[in-house]
């Protein structure tokens, strides 16, 4: 089925569309990253890093309902046409900022990939049964979210890559641009799409859009038990992207290459963890085996914090390199978690939005999904805020330390979902 997929004009130009989407979006924020971890960060790196990720999910509270509304009116394809115009555009800041090393202009870049996200958020997961059977909902999340992950690895690498002094900064811009294009290109060949609700009226206050839409949401009550799940996965992640970086730097003294190889791992265990949970499920959607992969967040979350909670800090000035972190046993070992924490959180992902997009109505899908994207952003701005506060000098609390608090609320997570939402009977 995977290969039937990504061979059919329904699904490969959207599978090649959103992948650009995905580089382009992580390229930005770890190119930025990156440079606040070993040019202009400082000793408030981890705090910039962590208002970063706050600064590109604010948009999603704010416009997803927006975007929900505008894709139930208006053919998908066309929308995300307009959209990856628009991106051209933003991208053009970001090579800015990059060429004159200008944080304004990076962060501003990162917001305006943030609108973009917002608004293409719905319309990505909500086309989806549009152009796939039932039995195939599965098998494209999982391609879709393995080849997310996939360009979010391409991405995070080029981006770390690209603050190499050795980089000529003429190459990275041109790069930001070929993506940008790529973007475009691809989205004209996808499918047109029926309009789901022809007679919807746009609120122009997206404000009592997003109120709005959250409390349809709340009626719904698998739905909105689904999306909250769905939420801490989100925060999950953008803590932990957060956090690893950083608490790795600290206790090995990794630098750029170790760093880029730690954002690989997390995207290929995404990407195997996807695979398997389509390749388990065979075309049906199973929750069952969903508290298992997040006691498996747990468990590595746990294991990530430990491991580098008890290694000492390197020299002042010392580096280490990608070889000698591989071949140490404390390399390995945290290579390992990080790759089993991302594996289980795809493994956990993949099912729960399936099942919302088979128990969403044709008629208001988009807007379902862009009600639990708005609470997916909440749930990710409140973490990286909480976050920020806990690593700040007001309360001082470790990055290792912070991992073991996340690994244990993962486990009030698995106990919610196997209350909530396994014993829901799928239509």
């Not at 970086?245 to 750029?256: K, L, M, S, Y």
């Not at 954002?263 to 265990?269: D, E, I, P, Q, V």
Request: proline share 4%; charged share 10%; glycine share 10%.
């Amino acid at each position: 089925m995977f290969l039937e997929l990504l061979r059919s004009r329904r699904f490969a130009p959207l599978f090649w569309c959103q992948f650009f989407s995905a580089f382009n979006d992580n390229f930005v924020r770890n190119m930025l990253a990156m440079l606040l971890l070993f040019r202009l960060g400082g000793r408030e790196s981890g705090t910039l890093i962590t208002l970063a990720i706050g600064i590109f999910m604010l948009p999603s509270i704010l416009l997803s309902a927006l975007g929900g509304e505008i894709a139930d009116a208006h053919d998908k394809a066309y929308v995300i046409r307009r959209l990856k115009a628009a991106e051209i555009l933003v991208q053009m800041i970001a090579a800015a900022g990059f060429w004159f090393a200008s944080l304004p202009l990076l962060y501003m870049a990162l917001c305006g990939l943030g609108v973009i996200a917002a608004l293409f958020g719905p319309i990505k997961y909500g086309i989806l049964p549009d152009q796939l059977e039932r039995h195939e909902l599965v098998a494209g999340n999982a391609l879709v979210e393995a080849a997310t992950f996939l360009a979010i690895l391409l991405g995070l690498v080029a981006g770390a890559l690209a603050t190499r002094t050795t980089i000529a900064p003429i190459f990275v811009v041109l790069q930001l641009m070929a993506i940008a294009l790529a973007c475009y290109a691809t989205s004209w060949l996808i499918p047109a799409t029926a309009v789901a609700a022809p007679h919807l009226k746009i609120k122009a206050n997206v404000l009592a859009s997003t109120a709005a839409w959250l409390g349809d949401l709340r009626q719904a009550h698998f739905l909105w038990r689904t999306g909250l799940a769905l939420s801490w996965f989100w925060l999950t992640g953008a803590v932990a992207l957060s956090l690893v970086p950083v608490a790795v730097r600290d206790a090995t003294g990794g630098g750029i290459e170790v760093e880029a190889a730690i954002s690989a791992l997390f995207a290929l265990g995404i990407g195997a963890g996807s695979l398997a949970a389509a390749f388990f499920a065979r075309g049906r959607i199973l929750l069952k085996p969903t508290p298992l992969a997040a006691l498996g967040m747990a468990f590595f979350l746990i294991e990530i914090g430990v491991a580098t909670h008890g290694l000492g800090v390197p020299a002042a000035g010392h580096t280490t390199g990608l070889a000698a972190f591989f071949a140490s046993a404390e390399g390995l070992r945290i290579a390992v978690d990080v790759t089993g924490l991302a594996a289980a959180g795809g493994a956990y992902v993949v099912p729960l939005f399936a099942a919302v997009q088979a128990e969403a109505p044709d008629e208001r899908r988009a807007r379902i999904i862009a009600a639990i994207n708005i609470l997916n952003a909440i749930f990710m701005v409140a973490g990286t805020i909480a976050t920020a506060v806990l690593q700040s000098r007001l309360v001082g609390l470790s990055e290792p330390l912070l991992l073991i608090g996340l690994g244990l609320t993962n486990i009030g997570a698995a106990a919610y979902v196997q209350r909530e939402i396994v014993p829901h009977k799928l239509a």
